[in-house]
């Protein structure tokens, strides 16, 4: 099992990268349906458009944006789903689009919207089998999954099938299968997503925690702004696929000219819309 | 492959063997029912050639050759068959693979796991009912006792098998490409019923149409493994491996190649 690193080498050093989609425009309309069975118009679209980011060990940043701004693509780049159209990225020291073990190892990915659990099985039986996939000798298995069933209150409920919890419940158990193997690195897309009041601030503790104790690098991608606030060190704002804003929360209020009570929501608003105008 | 990838392929195919066996365990009804349907198509075979050999037709088979096939056909045919296409070229159109393409492991392995599994569970039911079907014919049953043969018939079971999943395969990863694979996916479904024995025994389709039955693929899932326990013709069967073979390869690159060019265009819909 690999342990986090602190090494001075950077989790993710990403220079120029680029990602483009190509498709066909779907036409509107009955007789713009029958045109296109003889005739289909290629689209491109430029998701990402010359990014240039490093984060650094142990960090936690948060990727934010407006929606098609490109961060979704940027974290599917950095977890190795897709193949950036050109520039160079490297993450934990790899190349993520060859997707070797050792750099899948190393990563976790939350996604808030779609489950990493097997769905007809219990939590507990998830874990096992990604025991098996990371190489978790048993003794530290067992001890990882008391520690987390502890920490995420989720020891009553390891047993229970998947489609049987509620979504919070689900959630904290996603949030264990994902921290089981202790990566160096984490993408949390929208980790809070469903969990009431309480939930959220476990997990808030828990990325601290491992952020704190661990050393774990964290990139949130979130719409929750107390999340944000609560979790972050550095935003960085994407706009039009590239990095507008990469700085603290302090200096993002400051850039915008927003008082110091303002409320994030608005701080965000404010500076996606300035930016958005500026791409 | 190191001996270490080796082991831990093995552990995690294990493991989610095990989830999927703890899966079909909460389904059994289903399964029961989808076994009945599976020993029904050809017991209606067997009793439409019955009948008609009966009323006085001469097909070209002995009736002892026609009721062993057909009581073969459904074990042979839910040993080699597969349904993973339909499953994949969702998981690929949805995005759902992301959640397999982020973890340290083949993706492959969950959808053999599920093949293997659901397998092993099936012959568990089917072989009851096929034991039922041998004793009410078995005045007409010929099985050689000869364990070469049954040797034979493990391996042909086994290469049909890969064969067939590996196109199964292909066909899943052409959601790549196409947003609806459903058409070719049951255009393939239909071919393959007529053109592997499993509805009709290939013996029994036109001579003429001979040399072609025995190139195309099909036949080599259902139709051969079946001969090799039943055909006297020697030559055959051994030219027959090799075709089989050659076919499984080809079935296994073929995957190999759509799967790693279709995952240059994956796009991961969704988060």
């Given amino acids: 099992m690999p342990s986090p690193s602190h090494e001075s080498s950077p989790v993710i050093a990403a220079h120029n990268l680029s990602r483009s989609y190509e498709f066909f425009r ?54 190795g789903l897709l193949r950036p159209t050109s520039g160079s990225l490297s993450v934990c020291g790899y190349r993520p689009a060859d997707r070797s073990y050792q750099f899948l190892s190393r990563i976790s990915v939350i996604f808030g919207q779609k489950a990493m659990l097997w769905w007809d099985v219990s939590t507990r039986e998830s874990l096992r089998i990604h025991c098996s996939m990371y190489e978790i000798p048993p003794a530290d298995f067992a001890a990882t999954v008391a520690q987390l069933g502890e920490l995420l ?55 601290r925690e491992v952020n704190q104790a661990l050393g774990t690098t964290i990139v949130l991608t979130s719409h929750d702004m107390d999340d944000v606030e609560a979790l972050t060190d550095r935003i960085v704002i994407v706009t039009g696929g590239r990095a507008t804003f990469d700085g603290s929360l302090g200096a993002l209020r400051a850039r915008t000219g927003l008082p110091n009570e303002a409320r994030l929501d608005e701080v965000m608003a404010k ?8 791409a | 492959m190191s001996w270490r990838v080796v082991r831990r392929t093995t552990s995690v195919f294990l493991a989610l063997l095990r989830q999927e066996v703890q899966m079909i365990a909460q389904y059994r009804w289903w399964l029961l029912a989808m076994q009945a349907s599976v020993v029904l198509v050809p017991l209606i075979s067997l009793l439409v050639w019955r009948g008609a050999i ?4 001469r097909p070209p088979v002995t009736t002892e050759y026609l009721t062993t096939y057909l009581v073969l056909v459904s074990v042979v045919t839910m040993l080699t068959s597969s349904w993973t296409a339909r499953f994949l070229a969702d998981s690929i159109r949805l995005g759902q693979l992301n959640a397999w393409l982020v973890r340290p492991c083949s993706t492959h392995l969950a959808s053999a796991a599920n093949n293997v599994s659901e397998k092993l569970a099936k012959i568990a039911t ?38 067939v999943f590996s196109f199964d395969f292909v066909v899943g990863t052409l959601a790549f490409w196409w947003d609806d694979v459903t058409a070719v996916d049951r255009f393939r479904q239909l071919i393959t ?26 036949g080599y899932a259902v139709n051969f493994p079946i001969q090799t ?20 390869l080809a079935a296994l690159v073929a995957a190999r190649l759509t799967w790693t060019r279709g995952l240059r265009r994956y796009s991961g819909a969704g988060a």
């Fill in chain 1, 153 to 207: 209150g989720i020891t009553d409920i390891l047993d229970t099938p998947v489609r049987n919890l509620s979504l919070g419940q689900r959630m904290r158990c996603e949030l264990a299968l994902a921290l089981l193997h202790r990566p160096i690195l984490l993408f949390a897309d929208e980790p809070s997503i469903g969990l009431d009041v309480e939930a959220k601030l476990v997990v808030r503790r828990l990325f």
């Fill in chain 2, 126 to 163: 089917l072989l009851p009912l096929v034991v039922a079907l041998a004793i009410a014919f078995h005045s007409d049953l010929e099985l050689p006792t000869n364990p070469i043969r049954w040797l034979l018939f493990c391996w042909t079971l086994a290469l049909g098998a890969i064969m």
């Fill in chain 2, 229 to 248: 326990l039943l055909s006297q013709d020697a030559a055959s069967i051994r030219d027959g491996l090799a075709v089989q073979a050659a076919w499984a």
């Fill in chain 2, 54 to 57: 009966a009323h006085g037709a």
């Fill in chain 1, 271 to 278: 500076a996606f819309h300035h930016d958005g105008d500026r």
């Fill in chain 1, 26 to 79: 779907q036409p509107t309309g009955l007789s713009g349906a029958l045109c296109s069975l003889v005739h289909r118009e290629p689209t491109r679209v430029q998701a990402v458009d010359g990014l240039d980011l490093t984060v650094e060990s142990g960090e936690v940043i948060g990727l934010l944006g407006p929606n098609g701004a490109g961060k979704t693509t940027i974290v599917k780049m950095m977890c």
């Fill in chain 2, 193 to 218: 019923l007529f053109l592997s024995g499993a509805l009709i025994p290939l013996s029994v389709l036109p001579a003429a149409w001979g040399p072609f039955l025995a190139v195309q693929p099909f």
